[in-house]
């Protein structure tokens, strides 16, 4: 039989193990609490393709999606489907993933799908975010996320200005550019104090005058300028990984789903709803060689990305 005191002894030992590892304890009970309840809520699902992927970049894809997670504290799901799926492939995946979604985001390209889903889950809120395409006027049942060109050329403007100094800007686009788009630019250019009227040029046009251009807006199709190699800075419109664009390209805006998905989702919009977004800019602070200038150019961006 043990003496009563070495019981004593045991037990005010056992009383003080348990007492030192009760702070561990209690944070690994929340955290099983919280990570339980970060799994029991409803997801996200994001539409996607293997090209897009490809053109995105993996890393770039899983960073996103922690931002979106951590912003939501929800799971952010990739529905990956083939280029070729019809509507209903494509609504067949997303539904494969989860029965009730939180949202879900379909890229323009899909929009077949996205009717055919929603049509099948009238109740689960989908967006379809479109770039510079317009909601067609027929729709009543689903939301469309429109890119907001007028404030991403004047925002790209300012960038471009303080990026050219006293030099010109030069902008290709895709086709002609409306009265509206070119004053954006002209508002972005004279917010940094530049004068000079931008040179507007259509991106299919083989243009070669480059003499005192201090900066390259690109908002139209971008390979065949970038194979150029020049040394001139780039503003840069594309979804592309910018780790995989030449240096010369200092600032990219991406309007991809999953740049705009955190905007697109802070207020559920109703069904019929069309929302003008502005894209995400990604200013590359190792291709700004004066540091004071990568902060100068994140600030005024900033900036105006939250006045809108």
Partial sequence: MLHPAFCLYCSAMLDKRLKKFLPLFIVLFVFLITLLVFVSRAPILIVSDISFNRIYGPMRLKLKGFSISREYFRRVIEV??????????????????????????????????????????????????????????????????????????????????????????????????????????????????????????????????????????????ASRFLERNLKIPVVLFSWIDPGVTPRTVKIVFDDSPWALAIQALKSLPSDGEE???????????????????????????KEELEKN
């Fill in 275 to 301: 929302l003008l977004l502005s894209s995400e800019p990604q200013i590359l602070k190792d291709r700004i060689e004066d540091k004071k200038d990568f902060r100068l150019i994140s600030a005024y961006l």
């Fill in 80 to 221: 990956s489907v083939a280029e070729s799926a019809g509507p209903d492939l494509v609504a067949i995946a997303v539904e494969a993933i989860s029965r009730r979604p939180y949202a879900v985001l379909f890229p323009y390209r899909y929009l077949e799908g996205a009717r055919y889903y929603k049509n099948s889950r009238p109740k689960v809120p989908v967006l379809v975010v479109g770039g510079r395409n317009p909601a067609p006027h027929e729709e009543t049942d689903l939301c469309f996320v429109v890119t907001d060109l007028a404030t991403d050329l004047y925002r790209a403007g300012i960038g471009a200005a303080y990026i050219a100094a006293d030099e010109r800007v030069l902008l290709f686009s895709d086709g002609s550019l409306p009265n509206q788009y070119r004053e954006a630019i002209r508002e972005g250019l004279r917010m940094q104090g530049s004068l000079m009227d931008p040179i507007f040029v259509n991106s299919s046009v083989d243009y070669s005058s480059f003499s005192g251009v201090g900066c390259i807006i690109v908002a139209g199709p």
